[in-house]
């Protein structure tokens, strides 16, 4: 440990990082400013003594093996120990790039895999890793969200003693309480108190997840590198491509896995001077190549005293983790990048959303919600299986609740309670299914008073689109696209044209015989 003439601490042991592909590193640990830590200041004289402490500490280890063996266990297990840590789940901002999905619900409530949403991936990964203490960030458009979190989690007991909290934007006294949510940081900031109630004393780390992306991931894993590297802050990130780079906050970081610089989503010359050799997170030769970047998740782990000391002393006015907070921290405490050697995807725009869809009908898929120790919950419906008379399926996933009839079903993903007439063609078609029934009277009845039914009706033929629940698409539509448009807003009509595709708005009627 060494204590400059400035104050500024730097605590030189050495520890080990490890990603999930496996990797290890040596990394040194970082440093605080101004003497201070969570507005206190250090006492010099006593880190000394704790100094001289830990010393002894480790030299009475080494005289007693046996000893030692335990206490090694017992730290290691103090460092998966998920009672130690809170998440919170951003729900979002406005959701603008995902519109007009996020017309009526936050991008979390958006269905994914035709039974899903979102936000259950996070929620799912939460559980499988133990952690109970889950907190969700709200704004946008959250009644919908709102309902799923308590149907599907909080009547079932799976977090015991712990707890799942919707916590939506709102005003307080005083000019700063006048404004919503001005950014993720701020949002965060907004509900710090939470952090010094008596259900956060057992708390050290606080997990920061998005609820808009898809992946599976032990969250404890990320915590004991966290803990073992001994940073302020760790980001989980993934090598990435040209062609998405400039989607992403990037990171440049030494051989032992310390942030050095971060730039977020940069563009041109920017862009090209956060390339790196990724050969560093473990990647072959070939694959660094294909893959000169290193793009952050948008997943962190922060020690407790660290955020609340960052968002409240440090940055007081910062909006943003991945534009402010984490830049700026990199350059004054030990930010450490974690290797996630797995499949992820942001769910962020609709070109994104429709192809990640899809990928989940792939042999094998990349991702794959069909995983029995680690499964992704949801709300329980109580549905019956589908029902199936007469048709064809083709690489695709059918979700519960459906009636499919003497239909062509191709490469597409079919929501709950959906209905598919006879003769219909599905190809690359995302269905989001429907909230309810129709009754078969119901049904009758609209048809003869010339209306159409939720569902597809026959003779109908549509690819490449994404249909939103409860929509009624008539007989003989086709939904085709032919023209190649790539952007159109034809909300009069029932439907957009975003990145190619075709999206039927939720509750939306498409008349029989149109064509698109």
């Not at 005083?174 to 001005?182: P, R, S």
């Not at 008379?389 to 079903?409: A, E, R, W």
């Not at 033929?461 to 159109?488: L, P």
Request: aromatic letters at 8%; glycine letters at 8%.
């Amino acid at each position: 440990m060494v204590v400059s003439a400035d104050c500024r601490i730097s605590l030189s042991a050495p520890s080990c990082l490890r990603g999930s592909s496996g990797f290890t590193r040596h990394i040194n640990l970082g440093s605080f400013r101004n003497g201070e830590l969570m507005g206190k200041n250090l006492n010099l004289p006593q880190l000394r003594s704790s100094s001289t402490n830990f010393s002894q500490k480790r030299i009475q280890m080494s005289l007693n093996s046996v000893a030692g063996e335990s206490k090694v266990k017992d730290i290691e297990s103090e460092k998966r120990d998920p009672r130690t840590v809170a998440s919170i789940i951003l729900g979002g901002g406005a959701g603008t790039r995902l519109f007009p999905l996020t017309k009526r619900r936050a991008k979390p409530a958006v269905p994914i895999g035709g039974a899903y949403r979102l936000i259950d991936v996070p929620m799912s990964n939460c559980i499988n890793s133990g952690i109970n203490k889950v907190y969700i960030l709200t704004q946008y458009n959250s009644a919908s969200l709102n309902r799923h979190l308590a149907r599907a989690y909080n009547s079932n007991g799976v977090f015991g003693d712990g707890f799942v909290e919707a916590l939506a934007a709102t005003q307080t006294p005083g000019e700063t309480g006048k404004k919503w949510f001005q950014g993720t940081a701020d949002a965060v900031r907004q509900f710090h108190w939470l952090f010094e109630d008596a259900r956060s004393k057992e708390i050290e780390d606080v997990l920061i997840l998005s609820g808009d992306h898809l992946y599976r991931m032990d969250y404890m894993d990320f915590v004991q590198d966290h803990r073992q590297s001994g940073a302020d802050i760790s980001i989980s990130c993934i090598p990435i491509d040209d062609r998405r780079a400039s989607d992403f906050g990037l990171m440049k970081i030494d051989d032992k896995g310390r942030v050095l610089s971060f730039s977020e989503k940069p563009k041109g010359d920017d862009l090209k001077a956060m390339a790196v050799d990724t050969t560093v997170l473990g990647l072959s030769k070939e694959e660094a190549e294909k893959k000169p970047y290193i793009a952050s998740m948008g997943v962190y782990v922060f020690k407790k005293e660290i955020l609340l000391n960052l968002l409240r002393w440090r940055f007081p006015t910062a909006n943003d983790f991945g534009s402010e907070i984490i830049p700026f921290s990199a350059k004054e405490f030990y930010v450490n990048a974690y290797l996630f050697n797995d499949y992820w995807e942001d769910i962020g725009t609709i070109r994104s959303f429709f192809d990640a869809n899809l990928a989940l009908t792939e042999h094998p898929p990349a991702f794959s919600f069909y995983d029995a120790a680690k499964p992704i919950y949801t709300s329980r419906r109580n549905l019956p299986p589908s029902k199936i008379d007469g048709s064809k399926l083709v690489d695709s996933i059918i979700s519960h609740g459906s009636f499919l009839t003497n239909c062509l079903i191709e490469h597409s993903i079919v929501g709950i309670r959906s209905r598919v007439g006879s003769n219909v063609q599905l190809k690359d078609t995302v269905m989001l299914g429907a909230d309810f029934y129709e009754t078969e009277a119901e049904v009758a009845a609209l048809l003869a008073e010339g209306k159409v039914p939720i569902g597809i009706g026959e003779n109908t033929k549509i690819k490449e689109c994404i249909i939103d629940k409860n929509a009624r698409v008539g007989k003989n539509v086709v939904i085709a696209n032919s023209e190649g448009v790539q952007e159109a807003d034809r909300s009069a009509d029932g439907f957009y044209i975003r990145s190619g595709i075709t999206v039927i708005l939720k509750n939306s009627v498409i008349a029989d015989g149109v064509v698109i």
